[in-house]
């Protein structure tokens, strides 16, 4: 079959599809680690620094989303200087930690952004909110099942709801 040029061509087609599709959907995949384990030992297998993780199991590097490990090491800043880029950014931050304890917020975040879709242009919906869309939607779906997402949302606190709004109105951006 791979005699055939045709077949060849085909072929290679399919390979270049494949690959791009990998690459996307590992683009939306993003960096934020997402670890559901309840103890602080999981964490540590993360970064290897015990420190850090009591430090984000406490919540002490806690952001709008997740907490973050290295906020002057950002991949959307100069290096040395403490980031500055959206909350939403940290869903494609190899910084970025997401506990179960963060899950409710991030669950509210997506509700709150399948929401903004219905409602906003769609010329606006692609500039602006698609992608922290799409890597919000692949991080939940990819690592929380149904039965956890109906039970975060389920412990979404009003504390929650108001830094969600907030994110979602973008107050926070610089």
Excluded: K
């Amino acid at each position: 079959m791979l005699r055939d040029p045709a077949s060849r061509d085909a072929a290679g087609e399919t390979i270049t599809q494949g690959l791009t599709d990998a690459a996307e959907h590992a683009h939306l995949l993003g960096a934020m680690r997402l670890v559901l384990g309840t103890d602080a030992e999981t964490l540590v297998e993360l970064s290897d620094d015990p420190e850090l993780a009591a430090a984000i199991q406490r919540g002490d590097l806690d952001t709008a989303t997740a907490a973050c490990a290295d906020f002057t090491h950002s991949p959307h800043n100069d290096p040395g200087l403490p980031c500055t880029a959206s909350f939403l950014l940290c869903l494609a931050c190899p910084n970025a930690v997401a506990t179960r304890r963060h899950l409710p917020r991030l669950v509210h975040l997506h509700d709150g952004m399948t929401e903004l879709h219905a409602v906003l242009d769609t010329t606006v919906w692609d500039r602006q909110w698609q992608q922290h869309f799409e890597r919000i939607s692949a991080l939940l779906d990819t690592h929380t099942t149904a039965v956890e997402r109906s039970d975060a949302r389920a412990r979404v606190t009003d504390a929650d709801r108001t830094t969600i709004d907030r994110l979602l109105r973008r107050t926070f951006d610089a």
